[in-house]
């Protein structure tokens, strides 16, 4: 067996071991131990803070550092207990920087204010400025004013106005010229008191030209008239005008007219109503027209008191459809009338089978006339009962002999085709004898004859 010298070694020791042989009872060697533990490395502590053996932590030389300084870090190893090196504070911060002030200012770190040389400067000066920088409470430059005006330049005066600087004002020569004349000015400037030019009246007028009289209508200088040679012309005629120019109390040509009216044209009489000159009327052939006829027109125009055309009716009229008249049964025009080609139809059991429901049609009135079909000349139609049979022939037309009738008891003679080619066989070959027995026909060859 393996036995150890200790139950138990420090951290870092190793634990010692032999092999102890049983011999007849006598166990060699002399360690008394079955087992051996190594103990666990101790932690460390760092400002309350357990750091495990093995671990690290980072440690500062200052708690605290001036602003544009670095915090001294320091990395601590804990070996068994043993915590290394020598800083003792968890944790360091830089200061803020400090800020300035200018005037009752704060200015912040790292920005910059314009100051400027002097409060205020001449008119035509500029103010003279700087830009001072704060870093950490220190400003930079050396001008100490917050703000800088430039001095307002004089105005000027003319004819008691004010004219501020820079500003122009128009002066005329003269107060008032004769009509036709002009006034003379020019622009003078005011130049920080100083006003330019020499001429000193703020207006100048022309006088007035004078007016013309039209009919006692007051024509002004410059302004025109429209005058007529005469005050009325006939219908079609046109009134002569000029126009007349006032210049200075005269006025240009000679008609001697305000105004001028043209005659109105005359209008026109038809069928008792006036027609306008300029108007149409539509006038027809005749004053009425059988129903599918079309009413002739014609339209005839006023010219001033001749209408134009010769049709003499103010209005037509289409006589109505007549309605259609079937076995004492009106039918008015335009409707249908349901009409049946038997009046009988027996109620048989075989064959196709022709019914009241499938042999009728609506047969339409057109303005008196009904438009009749020879194989529906029935207005009703009955089914009646029979025991006989009906045969229906395809070599017949649907109108001409729709079916045969067998009576109860009798036989027909059918063929499967109606023509015989040679392929199909003999007529006698193609032959069927169908018989009625109480309305039921037996066999199916629908052909009566055979070629």
Known sequence: MTAYSDVSVDYGASCLSEQRLCSNGVLSGSNSYSSCRVSEASSCTFNGQTVSSGSSVTAYENDSVNFGSSCQTQLRSCNNGTLSGSYTNAACSVASAASCTFNGQTV?????????????????????????????????????????????????????????????????????????????????????????????????????????????????????????????????????????????????GTYSNSSCSVAAAASCSFGGQTVAHGSSVTAYLSDSVVYGQSCSTQTRSCSNGTLSGTYANSSCSVAAAASCSFNSQTVAHGSYLKMYAYEEVPSIRSGLGYTCENSNSDILCQNGTLMTNMNYQHTSCNTVPTSTCAFYTSQVSYYDVPFVIVADGDSIVTYRHNSRDTWLGSCSEMKEIRECSNGLLSGSYSFLTCK
């Open 108 to 252: 912040a770190h790292g920005t910059s204010i314009n100051a400027y040389e002097s409060s205020s400067v001449a008119f035509g000066s500029t103010c003279t400025s700087q830009s001072r920088t704060c870093s950490n409470g220190t400003l930079s430059g050396s001008y100490t004013n917050s703000s800088c005006s430039v001095a307002g330049a004089q105005s000027c005066s003319f004819n008691g106005a004010t004219i501020n600087d820079g500003r122009s004002v128009t002066a005329h020569q003269t107060a008032s010229n004769d009509y036709g004349s002009s006034c003379t000015s020019e622009s003078r400037s005011c130049s920080n008191g100083s006003l330019s030019g020499s001429y000193s009246f703020g207006n100048c007028s022309v006088q007035t030209p004078a007016t013309c009289n039209f009919n006692g209508q007051t024509i002004a200088h410059d302004a025109s008239v429209t005058a007529y040679q005469a005050s009325s012309v006939a219908y079609g005629e046109e009134c002569s005008s000029e126009t007349r120019n006032c210049s200075n109390g005269t006025l240009s």
